[in-house]
Nanobody, 126 residues
């Protein structure tokens, strides 16, 4: 069964931290690429961070570099997003995604991902 379940969202003040979790079914976690995207009202969905499930290489959007960290726990089929120094502009619905089956590269293109979670809301107040 394909499943991605996010958790960990909430409301924080600017400068605070949150850690998002994405629990994946075994099949979904076999994807080459796991990523976090976010979408604010009226804006397009954008890639935030991605990780290669084999090897653990990561990539980040410029807007979150140095503040966000993506990681994985293979034993738990779980991907995390540690978010520090949060800003009001980080407010969005955050989605976990899995994809890139058979692909050599992971990207931030939404079309690259086959499976999506239901999303978890992050709200940062100033």
């Amino acid at each position: 069964q394909v499943q991605l379940v996010e958790s960990g969202g909430g409301s924080v003040q600017a400068g605070g931290s949150l850690r998002l979790s994405c629990a994946a079914s075994r099949y979904t976690y076999s994807a080459n690429c796991m990523a976090w995207f976010r979408q604010a009202p009226g804006k397009e969905r954008e890639g935030v961070a991605l990780i290669y499930t084999d090897g653990g290489s990561t990539s980040y959007a410029d807007s979150v570099k140095g503040r966000f960290t993506i990681s994985k726990d293979n034993a738990k089929n779980t991907v995390y997003l540690q978010m520090n120094s949060l800003k009001p502009e980080d407010t969005a619905m955050y989605y976990c995604a899995a994809g890139g089956y058979g692909a050599a590269w992971c990207t931030f293109s939404t079309g690259h991902y086959n499976y999506w979670g239901q999303g978890t809301q992050v709200t940062v107040s100033s």
